[in-house]
């Protein structure tokens, strides 16, 4: 069964930077694709990005273009975001997830695993 661990989120000021961690197990990832979402209160979930884990194509939401960055490890089957200039509507549950399919999707409903979330918030 896979299984995704999310870790590396926290408090930050306005401007500052994280970077989370995706500890994936389990399946023979060289055939998904890896995103991150985020909710904030009151808020659907929503696509940050995604990497397709074999070839390393990318995509964003453009929203963090230019700011966050997605990559994998191979070697240690892990996904990081890194997040730079944060803003406090950066301020979510960040969520890792998994797709049994080699094409990326923004459209949440089209990832099949998911993590348990890392709380960021970013302070004024």
């Known amino acids: 069964q896979v299984q995704l661990v999310e870790s590396g989120g926290g408090l930050v000021q306005a401007g500052g930077s994280l970077r989370l961690s995706c500890a994936a197990s389990?399946?023979?990832?060289?055939?998904?694709?890896m995103g991150w979402f985020r909710q904030a209160p009151g808020k659907e979930r929503e696509f940050v990005a995604a990497?397709?884990?074999?070839?390393?194509?990318?995509a964003y939401a453009d929203s963090v273009k230019g700011r966050f960055t997605i990559s994998r490890d191979n070697a240690k089957n892990t996904v990081y975001l890194q997040m730079n200039s944060l803003k406090p509507e950066d301020t979510a549950v960040y969520f890792c997830?998994?797709?049994?399919?080699?094409?990326?999707?923004?459209?949440?409903?089209?990832?099949?695993?998911w993590g348990q979330g890392t709380q960021v918030t970013v302070s004024s």
């Open positions: 389990g399946g023979t990832f060289s055939w998904y694709t």
């Open positions: 997830a998994a797709r049994r399919s080699i094409y990326i999707s923004h459209n949440r409903n089209e990832y099949d695993y």
């Open positions: 990497i397709r884990w074999s070839g390393g194509s990318t």
